[in-house]
């Protein structure tokens, strides 16, 4: 969540950053998307079956021996890699 530089009201979006980010809301939000939340403190709110959903909250077993993780990228090889893929883009 953001509040742009130019928000006529940025009050009112704390207010709301503050209320959306409470545990008992993710955990309601959760438990009607059945979409995970990373709000820990949410889960003991949270529906017995949405979290027993693995797409929702995969396994400890399955982040450690199949997830992939990606490594922020630093700026300078970010760089190199956005040349090479416009030239790929480009054809040049």
């Known amino acids: 969540m953001v509040i742009p530089v130019d928000a006529p009201h940025p009050e009112n979006a704390l207010l709301w950053m503050n209320y959306i980010l409470r545990p008992q ?12 939340s ?18 929702a909250f995969p396994p400890d077993e399955y982040l450690a021996t199949k997830a992939q993780f990606y490594e922020a990228r630093r700026n300078d090889t970010r760089r190199i890699m956005t040349r090479y893929f416009t030239k790929l883009k480009s054809g040049l």
């Open 25 to 36: 809301v993710q955990a309601e939000i959760t438990n009607k998307v059945m979409f995970t």
């Open 38 to 55: 990373p709000n820990l403190a949410a889960r003991q709110f949270i529906h017995a079956d949405v979290l027993a959903n693995t797409i």
